[in-house]
Each structure stands twice: as C-alpha cells, then as structure tokens.
Nanobody
Framework: VQLQASGGGLVQAGGSLRLSCVASGFAFKYYPIGWFRQVPGKGREGISCISASSETKYYADSVKGRFIISRDNNKNTVWLQMNSLKPNDTAVYYC???????????????????????WGLGTLVTVSS
C-alpha cells in the first residue's frame, strides 16, 4: 500500500497550491481518503476527507471555505485545492486511506482510523507572511 502526496512548496499568504495524492497497492475506489497535516513537534491534524464515491466531503473548521477536496477513481488520485493560504497552514501534508469520513457538521476532531497506516513522505507546504 502506497499513498504519495506531492505539490507542496513555498507560497505567499493569500496564495494557492494544489496537492495531489496518488495511491497504489489497494482497491482505491472503495476507500475514503483523508488529508492530514503535521507541524514538527505538534500532533497530526485531520483536515479533509472524501468518501469513496465523492458523495461525502468533510473539512475541518480550520480549512473550511478555503480548501476543496476531489478525487478521480480512474486515476487513483485525490487532490486538495488550497486557496487563501495562511502562515498557520504551514505543515507537512499527508494523505491516507481511511475507514470513513466525518459527516458534515461533525464538531469533533478528525482522527485517523484507517486500516493500513501507510503515510508516505508527505509534502511540505510553507506559507510566508
């Protein structure tokens, strides 16, 4: 099982980036995919999730209205369009196959509960002020 995130880089505050996550080694079309980020020395934050059919999309409050998640099951790929980036979006971003996505309106934290625990190297996003 492999999921590799890419597309990170250095961007000014207010700018945009589009992250990609390419998966292999499992039946991608049956699994929800989550995006997570981590700042060194801090815990991992679940920020977005898309169900297998794309019917359900979840966004943490910290990114709601600025980030858009999408997927193409024919390409085994999930994207995260990140707009209006802020310096506190700076982190290493990872994608992972999960067991489910929080429903819209979920007020708790989005924690990873997937079956594979496969994270890849992640992609670094740095937002300058």
């Amino acid at each position: 099982v492999q999921l590799q995130a890419s597309g990170g880089g250095l961007v000014q505050a207010g700018g945009s980036l589009r992250l990609s996550c390419v998966a292999s080694g499992f039946a991608f079309k049956y699994y929800p995919i989550g995006w997570f980020r981590q700042v060194p020395g801090k815990g991992r934050e679940g920020i977005s999730c898309i169900s297998a059919s794309s019917e359900t999309k979840y966004y943490a409050d910290s990114v709601k209205g600025r980030f858009i998640i999408s997927r193409d099951n024919n390409k085994n790929t999930v994207w995260l369009q990140m707009n209006s980036l802020k310096p506190n979006d700076t982190a290493v971003y990872y994608c992972a196959a999960d067991s489910g996505c929080p429903v819209p309106g979920f007020g708790g934290t989005f924690d990873y509960t997937g079956p594979f625990d496969a994270w890849g190297l992640g992609t670094l996003v740095t937002v300058s002020s």
